[in-house]
């Protein structure tokens, strides 16, 4: 049996992640899904077919990422894992990605202490930005991204901590990681895709729709083989559904943090 973990179900990177691999996209057999979320309920009502008939083996775990015994029990024999536990919201305190990264590392690090010779190394599906990425180019100007990358560096300099987390847990042999590197993500509550492309280097588009992005991480992990280890940078092909003012307020927001000290 295949066992996917998906770490934060309900936001919208992991909902897309989960449509993808509810679906027969794929047809993964035999595949169970561990799924770990704060709220059951908040999932159930977004997913109400997974309390139905599916052909996948879904387990709901409950709980903070922060608690050991139910993250151990919700990545434990899992092939690979999403995590999908992250913020679009910076300020100076955020270290949602760092401390997922660390709690995550200790839980693989005492299973394989219990598994010992049983213990199966997993592949980690780790979601960046582009904007962090020097092999694939924003089709913006170069101004532009350094005001972006600014403006929510706290978001930035999480995601660059839990890398390092990450690098170093693969170094000592506990897990593969590959980082997805996309653009902009819109359209968080399109479940249609219209396309997309993998790529390691080139310029890639200026956004991409959340559900593409899902597939994509998807691809990435039953491609493993291939990308293990690689920052994989991920390009729309089709329409993107646009929302301006969303991301222009995730900005706002960020320049306040980095402008005013409190």
């Known amino acids: 049996m295949t066992v996917y973990a998906l770490l934060g179900a309900t936001g919208n990177l992991g909902s897309a992640i989960l449509r993808c691999l509810l679906s027969s996209h794929w047809q993964i057999p035999d595949l169970r899904i561990n799924i770990l979320v704060r709220s059951k309920s908040k ?10 008939a599916s052909s996948a083996t879904i387990t709901i775990f409950e709980g903070s990422i922060s608690d050991e015994n139910t993250l151990k029990a919700c990545i434990n024999g899992a092939s690979t894992i999403y995590v999908c536990v992250s913020t679009n919201y910076a300020s100076r305190k955020v270290d949602i990605a760092v401390t997922t990264a660390a709690h995550l590392v200790a839980a693989l690090g005492q299973l394989r202490k219990d598994r010992e010779s049983e213990y199966n190394t997993p592949v980690l599906l780790f979601n960046r930005s582009l904007a962090l990425n020097s092999d694939v180019q924003l089709p913006v100007p170069g101004f532009i991204k350094r005001f972006t990358v600014f403006a929510i560096w706290y978001i930035y300099e999480d995601l660059l901590k839990a890398g ?11 897990l593969t990681y590959i980082t997805a590197d996309g653009p902009v993500l819109m359209g ?26 899902g597939i994509a991480m998807v691809e990435l992990g039953q491609r493993r083989e291939e ?4 920052v994989v940078g991920i390009s729309a092909t089709g329409a ?17 943090s980095r402008l005013i000290p409190f």
Not at 43 to 52: C, G, I
Not at 240 to 256: P, R, Y
């Open 164 to 174: 390092a987390v990450y690098a170093g847990a693969e170094k000592d042999g506990l």
């Open 188 to 213: 968080p509550n399109r479940t249609e895709a219209t396309g997309y492309k993998l790529m390691e280097r080139g310029k890639s588009s200026a956004a991409l729709n959340y559900a593409d992005f």
């Open 43 to 52: 999932l159930l009502q977004a997913f109400p077919q997974l309390e139905s």
């Open 227 to 230: 990308f293990g280890g690689k």
């Open 240 to 256: 993107v559904q646009t929302d301006i003012l969303g991301n222009i307020w995730i900005i706002i927001l960020g320049l306040k």
